[in-house]
Structures are given as C-alpha cells and as structure tokens.
C-alpha cells in the first residue's frame, strides 16, 4: 500500500511570506494530523480531521497557519505570514478508523521549510 | 499535565552492544504508549506498541520494550544494534478525550560507533 504523500519536500522562503503544504494520506484512513517539528524536539500537534472535520486545532497559531481536509482526503496547511520561528519539519500522519488501534499513526516524510 | 520525558538526549554505543532507551510519562491512568524511530530526512516509523496485556512488547527490527506501571517507565531495548539503527528514537503517548492525541518526548540520537 502506498504512504503518506507530502509536497514538497523542502522550501525556502522569507519572512511575512506564505507557503502551502500538501499531504495525500492512506487510501481509506479518515483520520489525518499535521505536527510541526522544530529541530531538537519532538513532533507537535498543530491540527488532528477525522474525515473532513476538525477534531482537534488547539495548538494551531491560528492568526497565521489554517488547514484544510476538502472531501476528506487530501489536506493543505497553509502559514501566512511565515515568521522566522516557524522553520521546522511540518509531518502529515494518517490513521485508520479502527477501535483496537486508535493511536498509530503512519508518517509522511515531512516538508523541511526554512524561513529567512 | 501529560508529559514524556527522554532524559537522554542522545546515546553512542558500539556496533553490537546491547542499547537502552529511557522513556518515563506522566499521565493518570494507564495510558497507550508508542515508540517510533526517525532515519534521516524521513517520517517516523512505529516500532512497537503498548495497549493492554503483556507488559512485554515485541517489536519491529529486533526491538523490544518493557511497560512499567509502579515506575511510570516505557523503557525500549535491543540486545544487538546494527550501525543501521542509527537513527532518533522517540517515545510517545496516546490519550482519550475529543480527540486521539498523541504527545511525543523530545527523542533520543542513537549514535553506532563501528
């Protein structure tokens, strides 16, 4: 079965720009999590869909980062503007629907963005 | 507040030594507890998991991980390691409510001397 799609894999942009990340989760799993990972830490909840709603966006900076989950598969998450503490690792997880395994969790290879 | 503490930020041992991770969380009740591993410029991949039973838990790649309740400890073992394990290895741990979350440690660099 396929992974985790993310894109793209690595960006550079300056500050009080935007960018757009995409991920294409596992055909068939409705949930889906975008986590930053800052360099030296572990990843981070930003935003949690189950299917096209949201579940949980606690620790999104909601004045600047929003996301998506249209048709409850793909899912863009979006920073604008980007300031300079947002460089980190943005991972995009799925997970299927299933009682016995609520929490594993299945990774993209994540989108490096670098702020300048 | 729930956390996973990784008191260990990174480890070196020799290329087939036996490898310790520590891992200890603070959380109420008994909660699901994961360990992944991270290989440069890729996403993370479960190595095993704790939901319930035998607090001894066989993983993927040889790993294995005991669950202490009386130590609140989540500690991730192999008795062999392979210059491919070098990776970063992190601890997390799964909550109910609203959602299903899941609160990563900080990691552990597991570095293999030849």
């Known amino acids: 079965e396929a992974g985790v799609a993310q894109s793209p894999r690595y960006k550079i942009i300056e500050k009080r720009q935007s960018v757009a990340f995409w991920c294409n989760p596992i055909s068939g799993h409705a949930t889906l999590y975008w986590y930053q990972q800052i360099l030296g830490q572990g990843p981070k909840l930003l935003i949690q869909f189950q299917n096209n709603g949201v579940v949980d966006d606690s620790q999104l900076p909601k004045d600047r980062f929003s996301a998506e989950r249209l048709k409850g598969v793909d899912s863009t998450l979006k920073i604008q503007p980007a300031k300079l503490e947002d460089s980190a690792v943005y991972l995009c997880?799925?997970?299927?629907?299933?009682?016995?395994?609520?929490?594993?969790?299945?990774f993209g290879p994540g989108t490096r963005l670098t702020v300048t | 507040a729930q956390s996973v503490t990784q008191p260990d930020i990174h480890i070196t041992v020799s290329e087939g030594a036996s490898l310790e991770l520590r891992c200890n969380y603070s959380?109420?009740?008994?909660?699901?507890l994961f360990w992944y591993v991270q290989s440069p410029g890729q996403g993370l991949q479960l190595l095993l998991k704790?939901?319930?039973?035998?607090?001894l838990v066989q993983g993927i790649k040889g790993f294995e991980a005991e669950f202490k309740r009386s130590q609140s400890s989540f500690n991730l073992r192999k008795p062999s390691v392979h210059w491919s394990d070098a990776a970063e290895y992190f601890c997390?741990?799964?909550?109910?409510?609203?959602?299903?979350?899941?609160?990563f440690g900080a990691g552990t660099r597991l570095f293999v001397k030849a």
């Open positions: 704790y939901f319930s039973g035998d607090t």
């Open positions: 997390a741990v799964g909550l109910q409510g609203g959602g299903f979350k899941t609160i």
């Open positions: 997880a799925s997970s299927p629907f299933r009682a016995s395994a609520p929490y594993e969790q299945y």
């Open positions: 959380y109420g009740a008994t909660p699901y």
